[in-house]
């Protein structure tokens, strides 16, 4: 029982009994349509997360550092481009659902680990994989597989951030070499980042990706201090001064805004099985400390309105559940549509981050302290609601599929 003695305080109790003793909830036996692989390798990243995450992440979240040292566990672990072919990345080759099933677990861990690892991933080594040379390929996607390179991915920009189409950001061909200039903003991974795929637009103002390294003149990746939002990973800008581009590093394959876009799908759809994480996390441990602690002589957990709090979050989570394992297997198929990625990223963040404020709340005022996750997940679902397209923005993507007409402008 949570409670007091002559001897302990609530606070020192809760410390010393303190172990991640996470359970996911699978109401409708959603396991039975997974295949033997899924669960191994979703049981693997459990037990990395409860071992290397769960005991430092909240002292690296209240002070705000990012735990630099697991870019190469992640790597070890195989959480950097899973659905990469094994000819760049040795722990490559699975499918869409195992890839949704380790950003859940991440997730479950803190958000900001889930956005190192799918930055790297669905936008880092997607786009020079699909869009790349093959010595593009060779160069970078190994080093990036097992966490020897970090990336980031500039698309944002301070004047342009739903609207990516404005960008600023450009580059001129000067015969041996491209001239890039312009600015980045909000990117995850930045400061600690040994490579940047960056959009920028050309002279004729068509966009291309280009791959620029943390070493050109020019170039420099200062960090954005003060959020009190996924503190444990590391954002910053992406600045450029006349920087040398060499030409090999332009992405060939791809030009205008669908480059980016197509990273977006990738990257949405790991988040859509991530919020579950967060989501799943929050359920448990509110439930776990309902059934503890007593008020007015029994657990809360017996309260009629806990009850209800409880029961609409399995609700929810149990209805994310589904739409992940279709969504996964859409991918799969490469069936997946920009608009029900939207609906997925949309409902399940939207969800976990109601859920967290619910759970928050049946933790009276411990839910308040770092010695739980809740209020950890909910200050970082709220970047997590705005970045990679608001709440709102992808609403006006399922608006237009609905209708043919766009709303943005
Ligand atoms: C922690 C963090 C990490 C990030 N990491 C990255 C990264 O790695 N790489 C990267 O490129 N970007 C990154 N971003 C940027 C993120 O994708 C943008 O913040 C997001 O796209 C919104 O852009 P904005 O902040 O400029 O808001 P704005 O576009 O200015 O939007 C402000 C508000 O206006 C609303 N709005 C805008 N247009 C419309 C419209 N047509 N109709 C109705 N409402 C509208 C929005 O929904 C929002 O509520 C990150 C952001 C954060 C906070």
């Not at 550092?65 to 722990?91: C, D, L, M, S």
């Not at 990336?151 to 609207?163: A, R």
């Not at 450009?170 to 980042?193: Q, R």
């Not at 149990?318 to 991918?331: D, F, S």
């Given at each position: 029982m949570i409670h007091a003695t002559q001897n302990i305080t609530q606070l020192e109790f809760i410390k010393s009994s303190k172990a991640d003793n996470f359970e996911s909830p699978d109401f409708y036996e959603i396991d039975d349509l997974l295949t033997e692989e899924h669960k191994l390798i979703r049981a693997t990243v459990r037990d990395f997360v409860k071992k290397e995450i769960s005991p430092i992440i909240e002292d690296c979240a209240q002070k705000a550092t990012f735990p630099r040292h697991i870019v190469q566990k992640f790597g070890e672990i195989g959480a950097f481009g899973p659905t990469i072919p094994e000819a760049y990345n040795p722990n490559g080759g699975l499918d869409y659902v195992a890839y949704g099933l380790m950003m859940q677990e991440i997730e479950r861990?803190?958000?900001?680990?889930?956005?190192?690892?799918?930055?790297?991933?669905?936008?880092?080594?997607?786009?020079?994989?699909?869009?790349?040379?093959?010595?593009?390929?060779?160069?970078?996607?190994?080093?990036?597989?097992?966490?020897?390179?970090?990336?980031?991915?500039?698309?944002?920009?301070?004047n342009h951030g739903s609207n990516p189409a404005g960008m600023e950001t450009h580059f001129k061909d000067m015969g041996d070499y491209y001239l890039l200039n312009g600015a980045k903003m909000w990117i995850s991974n930045s400061p600690y980042a040994d490579v940047a795929v960056v959009w920028a637009k050309n002279e004729e103002g068509r966009i291309h990706g280009l791959i620029v390294e943390k070493e050109m003149e020019g170039f420099s990746a200062p960090?954005?201090?003060?959020?009190?939002?996924?503190?444990?990973?590391?954002?910053?800008?992406?600045?450029?001064?006349?920087?040398?581009?060499?030409?090999?590093?332009l992405l060939p394959n791809i030009s205008g805004l669908k480059g980016p876009l197509k990273c977006l799908d990738k990257a949405r759809y790991g988040i859509s099985w991530g919020a579950l994480g967060a989501a799943?996390?929050?359920?448990?441990?509110?439930?776990?400390?309902?059934?503890?602690?007593?008020?007015?002589?029994?657990?809360?957990?017996?309260?009629?309105?806990?009850?209800?709090?409880?029961?609409?979050?399995?609700?929810?989570?149990?209805?994310?559940?589904?739409?992940?394992?279709?969504?996964?297997?859409?991918?799969?198929?490469?069936?997946?549509?920009?608009?029900?990625?939207?609906?997925?990223?949309?409902?399940?963040?939207?969800?976990?981050?109601?859920?967290?404020?619910?759970?928050?709340?049946?933790?009276?005022?411990?839910?308040?302290?770092?010695?739980?996750?809740?209020?950890?997940?909910?200050?970082?679902?709220?970047?997590?609601?705005?970045?990679?397209?608001?709440?709102?923005?992808?609403?006006?993507?399922?608006?237009?599929?609905?209708?043919?007409?766009?709303?943005?402008?």
């Amino acid at each position: 029982m949570i409670h007091a003695t002559q001897n302990i305080t609530q606070l020192e109790f809760i410390k010393s009994s303190k172990a991640d003793n996470f359970e996911s909830p699978d109401f409708y036996e959603i396991d039975d349509l997974l295949t033997e692989e899924h669960k191994l390798i979703r049981a693997t990243v459990r037990d990395f997360v409860k071992k290397e995450i769960s005991p430092i992440i909240e002292d690296c979240a209240q002070k705000a550092t990012f735990p630099r040292h697991i870019v190469q566990k992640f790597g070890e672990i195989g959480a950097f481009g899973p659905t990469i072919p094994e000819a760049y990345n040795p722990n490559g080759g699975l499918d869409y659902v195992a890839y949704g099933l380790m950003m859940q677990e991440i997730e479950r861990g803190d958000s900001g680990m889930r956005s190192t690892a799918s930055v790297q991933g669905s936008l880092v080594m997607y786009p020079i994989y699909e869009f790349g040379t093959e010595a593009q390929r060779q160069k970078y996607l190994p080093k990036l597989a097992s966490g020897e390179y970090l990336g980031c991915f500039g698309l944002t920009e301070p004047n342009h951030g739903s609207n990516p189409a404005g960008m600023e950001t450009h580059f001129k061909d000067m015969g041996d070499y491209y001239l890039l200039n312009g600015a980045k903003m909000w990117i995850s991974n930045s400061p600690y980042a040994d490579v940047a795929v960056v959009w920028a637009k050309n002279e004729e103002g068509r966009i291309h990706g280009l791959i620029v390294e943390k070493e050109m003149e020019g170039f420099s990746a200062p960090e954005i201090h003060n959020k009190w939002s996924l503190r444990a990973s590391i954002t910053g800008e992406l600045v450029f001064q006349d920087v040398r581009v060499p030409k090999e590093n332009l992405l060939p394959n791809i030009s205008g805004l669908k480059g980016p876009l197509k990273c977006l799908d990738k990257a949405r759809y790991g988040i859509s099985w991530g919020a579950l994480g967060a989501a799943m996390d929050c359920y448990d441990t509110a439930k776990r400390y309902a059934l503890e602690r007593e008020q007015f002589g029994k657990p809360i957990a017996g309260f009629q309105l806990i009850q209800k709090k409880l029961a609409e979050m399995l609700t929810e989570i149990t209805k994310a559940q589904l739409i992940c394992w279709r969504l996964g297997n859409l991918m799969n198929q490469d069936r997946a549509s920009t608009a029900q990625i939207s609906l997925a990223k949309r409902n399940n963040v939207d969800m976990a981050l109601s859920i967290a404020r619910e759970a928050r709340q049946i933790l009276g005022g411990m839910g308040i302290t770092g010695e739980y996750s809740i209020m950890r997940h909910m200050m970082n679902l709220e970047s997590v609601i705005t970045y990679e397209g608001t709440h709102d923005i992808h609403l006006l993507i399922l608006g237009n599929h609905i209708t043919g007409i766009q709303a943005f402008k």
